[in-house]
């Protein structure tokens, strides 16, 4: 059973800070990362995707890959309010040919001004 | 372009009775997938279709169904629904498989309640 493992939270973090949210996965053969951002009573929204090992950044966000850890992260810098979400971290499942995302259960961030 | 669309938003149903769920993927998208949400479970994979065939069936009872039309607009049937059905349904879209079209962009859902 392939798995995707998130800190539930609540992550509170003050606003301008930098929020680290961290996700580790259990299929070393996993190729495609990505990060949603969801907010409450909303569907998931994409911020990021990965596939290399390193940093990507896109704007105040910044994603992290490790394949030989198996760890992925999302750092947003300057934090806002309106990034309080739940953010959830997912996994291209790939096998069969078919494709599917694992998710993680979601990190809850409170940026707090 | 136009986002994935679901329809309906909402809908409340009695245990017994059956639903289906609609979703227009993002025009040119073959792949549509479909997920459920629920507090304690977070998002589960259903299936996934494309070019009309279910590829991957997630680990759901048979009373789950879909099907893929040669639009790519997909639908998914709950049968004799259960109290635990009650879930937020979620439609994703993407290209092709394969590189940065594995990406996929979700729909607003469907909020189904079971009485």
């Known amino acids: 059973q392939k798995e995707v493992e998130q800190n539930s939270g609540p992550l509170s973090v003050p606003e301008g800070a930098i929020a680290s949210l961290n996700c580790t996965y259990s299929?070393?053969?996993?190729?495609?990362f990505f990060w949603y951002r969801q907010y409450s009573g909303k569907s998931p929204e994409l911020i990021m995707f990965i596939y290399s090992n390193g940093d990507k950044e896109d704007g105040r966000f910044t994603a992290q890959l490790n394949k030989a850890s198996q760890y992925v992260s999302l750092l947003i810098r300057d934090s806002q309010p309106s990034d309080s979400a739940t953010y959830l971290c997912a996994v291209t499942d790939r096998g069969q040919g078919a494709q599917k995302l694992v998710f993680g259960q979601g990190t809850r961030l409170t940026i707090n001004p | 372009k136009a986002g994935v669309t679901q329809t309906p938003r909402y809908l409340i149903k009695t245990r017994g009775q059956q639903v289906t769920l609609s979703c227009s993927p993002i025009s040119g998208h073959r792949s549509v997938s479909w997920y459920q949400q629920t507090p304690g479970q977070g998002l589960q994979f259903l299936f996934e279709?494309?070019?009309?065939?279910?590829?991957n069936k997630g680990n759901f009872p048979g009373r789950f169904s879909g099907r893929q039309f040669s639009n790519s607009r997909s639908e998914m049937n709950v049968s004799t629904l259960e109290l635990g059905d009650s879930a937020l349904y979620l439609c994703?879209?993407?290209?092709?498989?394969?590189?940065?079209?594995?990406?996929?962009?979700f729909g607003p859902g469907t909020r189904l309640t079971v009485l």
């Open positions: 279709y494309f070019s009309e065939t279910q590829r």
């Open positions: 299929d070393r053969g996993s190729q495609s």
């Open positions: 994703a879209s993407s290209l092709v498989s394969g590189g940065a079209a594995d990406t996929q962009y």
